[in-house]
């Protein structure tokens, strides 16, 4: 019988050997092959290199993946729809700033009848005009829905100020964006970017031998041989021009509440600054346990929800921190936010506390392959960050062997409040 009054005991991970995520090389293709599970279900991943980085004007990539089946003179897209319904096939695809994606999810049995039929439409679609249409109004219905929210606002305004308006990274998808979309730059997105000879290919969950020569088959061989380098990075990639730091405002008169995001570009991190910063973000706001969630939160109750992250930007990384409040509290929880930020420079966490985030971390970095689909979310990762598998394994020693003066050290250079540009929206 469960005794309640006890506290449960928690072990934390310190050792864990991943699974493979790496490529292989076979019948002229690159291929990771996940854990071979009798689940019913197979899961195969056409990856890409491009996303929006090779794109010619804004939403290209993206609506131009979103409509591959919108149908032709032969077909439409709703008999496509119901095709594929019938097959209880599953097709969803995804748009990265560095790669794009094709996913088919489906029961082993219906390979061989649903995977030619499904490559070859992918490949003929039209991107008729009624389609397109009703696809930019659902887009812009969206828009409009995220442009009355001061989230919306504080996040364009603290990207635009960071990298620029005009840049990459900066720039910003407005209603006049989605207006000008036609089908021409969409067949011309496919054409250059979704030849299958270009692809890797990631295959998971049930699977045998009969549908990986299947899947060889109906895909030419890959043309790019380089196995740890993302063919994109041998193309001219847009350029990270950092803006001086700065603070931006936006008003909105019909909100009763303020969005206030904080951020600094970090330039591409070694794998033990990578742990390390990653483990500091965690103490900072990277979980419930946080300083930030426990001070501004729970303690003093200035803000609805708050915490900090540390997310991709072509070679390097962005670090963020963001919250949201009331208008009354947005002075005093700009304050709080820096003054946890300079403690983290000033003092040394403590060993309780640091564990605890080392536990957090390790258990959170362990769930990453949970399920049989895991690996390949990770080599694509990997690849598109053009990382290293092996660091795979290394990753707990390094996260548990970190100390709190290499924090210390990491804090003091990439904490101090006045390299961050902040942005704040809503009732100002």
């Known amino acids: 019988m469960l005794d309640r009054s006890q506290k449960p005991i928690t072990q934390a991970v310190t050792e864990f050997t991943p699974p493979s995520c790496g490529f ?10 996940g854990p071979q599970r009798n689940i019913g279900l197979t899961r195969l991943e056409l990856l ?10 804004l939403l290209q990539a993206s609506t131009c993946l979103n409509l591959l089946l919108s149908g032709h003179s032969q077909i439409t897209e709703s008999q496509l729809l119901k095709k594929i319904d019938s097959w209880g096939l599953r097709f969803q695809t995804e748009v990265q700033n560095e790669s794009h994606s094709l ?18 439409q992918l490949q003929l679609g039209q991107f008729p005009e009624d389609r397109l249409n009703s696809y930019k109004q659902i887009q812009l219905a969206s828009l409009a829905r995220r442009q009355s929210t001061p989230s919306y606002w504080a996040n364009r305004q603290v990207f635009e100020s960071l990298y620029g308006k005009n840049s990459f990274l900066g720039t910003q998808a407005d209603a006049v ?11 011309d997105f496919r054409t250059q970017n979704i030849g299958y000879e270009k692809a890797r290919i990631l295959v998971s969950g049930q699977y045998d031998d009969d549908f990986l020569n299947l899947v060889h088959f109906l895909l030419e061989e890959n043309i790019f041989n380089k196995l740890n380098n993302n063919y994109l990075r041998q193309k001219n990639t ?10 931006t405002s936006q008003t909105l008169p019909k909100s009763s509440q303020v969005s206030l995001v904080l951020a600094r570009h970090l330039d591409n991190l070694a794998f033990n600054d990578r742990i390390a910063l990653s483990l500091l973000n965690t103490v900072l706001g990277g979980y419930f346990g946080s300083r930030l969630m426990q ?46 930020m300079q403690a983290l420079m000033k003092k040394a966490i403590p060993k309780e506390e640091l564990n605890r985030a080392k536990a957090y971390f390790a258990g959170a970095f362990r769930a990453q392959f949970d399920g049989p689909f895991a690996s390949a979310a990770r080599a694509k990762q990997l690849w598109v960050r053009g990382q290293d598998e092996a660091e795979l394994g290394q990753t707990l020693d390094t996260l548990w062997s970190c100390t709190s003066q290499t924090l210390l050290s990491l804090a003091e250079q990439y904490l101090q409040p006045q390299d961050y540009h902040l942005a704040q929206a809503g009732a100002l």
Do not use: C
């Open 177 to 187: 964006d989605f207006q000008s979309l036609n089908p021409e730059p969409l067949l």
């Open 238 to 247: 847009p350029e990270i021009n950092i803006q001086n730091p700065a603070e």
């Open 24 to 33: 292989e090389q076979r019948n002229g293709r690159w291929l990771h092959l």
């Open 48 to 57: 890409f290199p491009g996303g929006r980085a090779v794109q010619n004007q």
């Open 295 to 340: 001070d501004l939160r729970e303690s003093k109750g200035l803000t609805y929800g708050i915490g900090s992250r540390i997310s991709p930007a072509l070679s390097g990384y962005t670090w963020s921190i963001s919250s949201e409040m009331k208008a009354e509290s947005k002075d005093l929880a700009k304050t709080a936010i820096q003054e946890n």
């Open 103 to 120: 996913v088919f999810i489906f029961r082993p049995e219906v390979a061989q009848e649903a995977l030619p039929f499904l490559l070859e």
